[in-house]
């Protein structure tokens, strides 16, 4: 089974400072992705990043990155120079097996202070 | 590429009631995927189709849902004698398989249900 906890229901972080949303996981497949996609207030879900399991790099996309601890089992994304436009909420997620469907955490909803 | 579409954006509907939705994934996306979501929760898991066969079900999903992809393409969601509880936002999420491989999904902006 798969699990995805995030413990953060809210976060608030002023504009152009650095947040870091926190996820931890837990799975049962030797092969699983992690994602994190963002939900603004129109509730599109956007992917903002994701981490190949296998890999032991830290994913980054311009002011996103994310550090992966495999052995701890911890996904946190990092968001630098925070913008107007990132709040939102954000889930971390999981997927992986035969049909790759995703496990998602409670979502953390951030705000951003100008 | 067109994104992933649903229709309709809202449905209100009166308990007891059936209610239909539809999903247009995008272009050659062979995995197709519904979710329910809830307020203030993430996305839960209900079905999975790869191209036109259904392989896979939530318990989640009751004998009052029934989900369809017929000739692999476009997809519905069919809920029968809608309850209250049923009340929630329906993603549809689609991810290419094969060659264009991407173990990413993308979403459709959702159906809002509301159950009177």
């Known amino acids: 089974a798969q699990t995805v906890t995030q413990s953060q229901p809210e976060m608030s972080v002023q504009e152009a400072e650095t947040v870091t949303l926190s996820c931890t996981y837990d799975?049962?497949?030797?092969?699983?992705?992690l994602f994190w996609y963002k939900q603004p207030p129109s509730r599109q879900m956007i992917l903002v990043i994701r981490?190949?399991?296998?890999?032991?790099q830290n994913a980054t996309e311009n002011r996103f990155s994310v550090n992966f601890q495999k052995a701890a089992k911890s996904f946190s994304l990092k968001i630098s120079d925070s913008q107007l436009g990132d709040a939102a909420m954000y889930f971390c997620a999981t997927s992986g097996g035969a049909t790759n469907k995703l496990i998602f955490g409670t979502g953390t909803l951030l705000a951003v202070q100008p | 590429d067109t994104g992933v579409s649903q229709d309709p954006r809202h449905k209100i509907t009166k308990r007891g009631q059936n209610v239909t939705f539809r999903c247009d994934p995008i272009s050659e996306h062979n995995r197709l995927y519904w979710y329910r979501q809830t307020l203030g929760q993430g996305p839960e898991f209900l079905t999975y189709f790869q191209n036109e066969a259904q392989l896979e079900k939530s318990r989640l999903l009751s004998d009052r849902f029934s989900a369809e992809r017929p000739k692999g393409s476009f997809s519905t969601l069919e809920i029968q004698r809608t309850e209250q509880g049923d009340s929630a936002m329906y993603l549809c999420?689609?991810?290419?398989?094969?060659?264009?491989?991407?173990?990413?999904?993308?979403f459709g902006p959702g159906t809002r249900l509301t159950v009177l």
């Open positions: 981490q190949e399991a296998y890999k032991q």
């Open positions: 799975t049962s497949e030797s092969d699983y992705y």
């Open positions: 999420a689609t991810e290419p398989l094969g060659g264009q491989r991407t173990d990413t999904q993308y």
